[in-house]
């Protein structure tokens, strides 16, 4: 449920950021700011720091950055409204009646109940139509697939008429509220009245939350229409980023295995399930998604990734690792051998071959120095920095240090880097954790009265107009070395937002977050007058003219050298006007 817009805006500005975070980051005062350890990135000495006033974090060590919102969510891993709701109750602001935590009783727990209901007809609908005459292809398919009737009655799988309004009928018909049969997703509304269903044609697959109830549906296209899987809208019922499928039934086998087979699709999945393979899950995502690994680690410690082994299948799973390593899990990979998946593998060679393969799944790192070896080669010492760099990333997500150190030496070996610098380079930054060697960032101080600039910026409002004003009209922008974020500010400005820091670091790179934040957390800084700014401004645009005239005199030289008298004449006119301005300035 939404809350009004403006109350975001209200509890920021109420609620006290050093408190909020100072309750998960001991922070300590320095000068004007908090500082404390990062607890985004593993670290030594602070570098992550606090600004009371601007309402701004930022960790000079990761980047990580934002406002007091921001930080609840991603500590707490909670979406917007949420983190709302909760630095609201912290800072003791009522919040809205309708937008409490108490489900029991709000209008969504309400709908949640109901559209449980939805999916529970819907589901006895499908199954029921699979059964139908108009459903003899799929039946066709389903024993061409070689899935099992056992399988068909476990995995729910039915079957959606092409009329275009069964289900719609159907579930009106059980006298289910309008509004519910739109907010399930199943049935959508016809511009002339009336409803119409979502999937037509197709073989469903139903999905289920973690304790088996239905929340949404997979309908896989029977001939060439696309998408080849449609699957429901997110409903408040139903997100795709938090759901894995099949672990409702699989749930129990993992814990007794102590690992999951994760694959891609349903298909490999009823076929791994189908080999015996009871402890399968799928994905149904080209890449875990981090919901999705949280929901995994509390199941069991170690998990077998079986992708697809085409190019999006890789990619997939290197995305994929780096989220399951830093959930501490131990992580095999299976390759199977030519272009087929776990569906198809099983298909051809059967379950006995496919549960082979299993045994044989590599240990992650062995994977990745094989696919790092791939890649870049040993041929010469770049390759192999090349190869060490693309590891790197993934031992950085592991949190256990004497894991990593173990790691590290056996990735070396594999890449043949075990004695030399590249080796301590390497050994070094696997157990800090370090991603990659970066490449130091140039300029890391923007001058300080620049700085005092941004500083005013911030917190004027009433100076902002008329200072920018000055700096775009008389182009001296381009005098500043900060101009990208002094113009970022005033683009804030014009478009008549309110400046703040956080807002303002989003629409910056890396590097200039990090120049930003400098200015921010500056304990140097002190107060900074309207007058001053007038005297900088000043100072820049008599450096501009100035600028002017130097490149004037040089043209006024060549024109006398050229014993060109009319350009001379011309030039020193204008020469003329610029020291005329200079004064002015002075
Ligand atoms: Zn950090």
């Known amino acids: 449920m939404a809350l009004p817009a403006d109350f975001a805006q209200h509890v920021k500005s109420a609620a006290d950021i050093v408190r909020v ?69 912290r800072a003791g602001i009522p919040v809205p009646a309708y937008a409490t935590a108490d489900e029991a009783a709000t209008p969504e727990a309400r709908l949640r109940k109901a559209l449980e209901e939805v999916h529970e007809r819907a589901l006895a609908f499908y199954r029921k139509q699979l059964q139908s005459a108009e ?34 009928n159907f579930l009106s018909r059980e006298g289910l509220a309008a509004n519910v049969l739109e907010a399930s997703g199943l049935v959508l509304r016809r511009d002339t009245g009336g409803y119409f269903d979502r999937f037509r044609g197709r073989w469903m697959f139903p999905i289920t939350n973690e304790t088996g109830k239905t929340i949404a549906f997979a309908g896989r296209a029977l001939g060439s229409d696309q998408p080849k899987y449609l699957n429901s809208p997110e409903t408040p019922l139903y997100t795709k980023s938090r759901v894995l499928y099949n672990l409702s039934r699989a749930r129990e086998a993992i814990r007794k295995a102590g690992a999951a087979l994760l694959v891609e699709g349903y298909m490999d999945a009823i076929a791994a399930w189908q080999a015996g393979i009871e402890n399968v899950i799928a994905s149904c995502g080209t890449s875990l998604t981090e919901p999705q690994v949280h929901l995994l680690t509390r199941c069991a410690p170690e998990v077998i990734v079986s992708y697809d082994p085409d190019s999006a299948g890789v990619a997939a799973t290197d995305r994929s690792l780096g989220l399951l390593l830093e959930g501490g899990m131990s992580v095999r990979i299976l390759r199977l051998p030519g272009a087929l998946d776990p569906d198809q593998y099983v298909r051809q060679f059967g379950a006995e071959a496919y549960k082979a393969r299993l045994t044989e799944a590599q240990p992650v790192f062995r994977y990745l120095a094989t ?11 770049e390759a192999k920095l090349a190869a060490v760099n693309f590891v790197l990333p993934f031992v950085a997500r592991v949190p256990n240090k004497l894991i990593r150190a173990e790691l590290a030496a056996d990735i070396a070996q594999k890449i043949d880097v075990s004695t030399g610098l ?33 500083r005013l910026l911030l917190d004027s409002e009433e100076a902002c107009k008329d200072i920018g004003n000055r700096l775009e009209n008389k182009g001296l922008l381009e005098e500043l070395e900060g101009r990208t974020i002094v113009s970022a500010l005033l683009g804030m400005i014009a478009g008549g937002s309110i400046p703040d820091v956080a807002s303002l670091a989003d629409r910056l790179d890396e590097s200039q977050q990090r120049l930003l934040a400098a200015v921010v957390f500056d304990n140097e800084a002190r107060p900074v007058s309207f007058g001053e700014i007038n005297t900088y401004i000043l100072a820049l645009d008599r450096k501009r003219v100035q600028r002017q005239r130097l490149s004037l005199q040089h043209k006024i030289q060549a024109a006398q050298k050229s014993q060109d008298s009319q350009l001379a004449i011309e030039l020193l006119r204008e020469q003329n006007e610029l020291d005329k301005e200079l004064a002015k300035l002075l």
């Open 371 to 381: 696919r790092a070896l791939e890649l870049h080669g040993t041929a010469s010492p």
């Open 422 to 454: 590249v080796w301590e380079a390497f050994r070094k930054a696997a157990l800090d954790r370090r991603e990659q060697m970066q490449a130091p960032a140039t300029g890391s101080r923007i001058p300080n009265a620049e700085a005092m600039l941004i």
């Open 21 to 89: 975070i100072g309750e998960t980051v001991t922070l300590k005062k320095s000068g004007s700011n908090h500082i404390g350890l990062c607890p985004f990135h593993q670290e030594k000495t602070p570098s992550f720091s606090v600004h009371a006033t601007r309402q701004f974090y930022y960790c000079f060590g990761c980047g990580a950055k934002g406002d007091v919102f921001r930080f609840v969510m991603e500590m707490e891993k909670v979406p917007f409204p949420e983190a709302v709701r909760r630095v609201a109750q």
């Open 135 to 168: 459903a003899a292809p799929v039946r066709e398919l389903i024993r061409q697939r070689g899935v099992t009737d056992e399988s068909v009655q476990g995995f729910g799988l039915g079957y959606a008429p092409t009329s275009g309004d069964a289900l719609a």
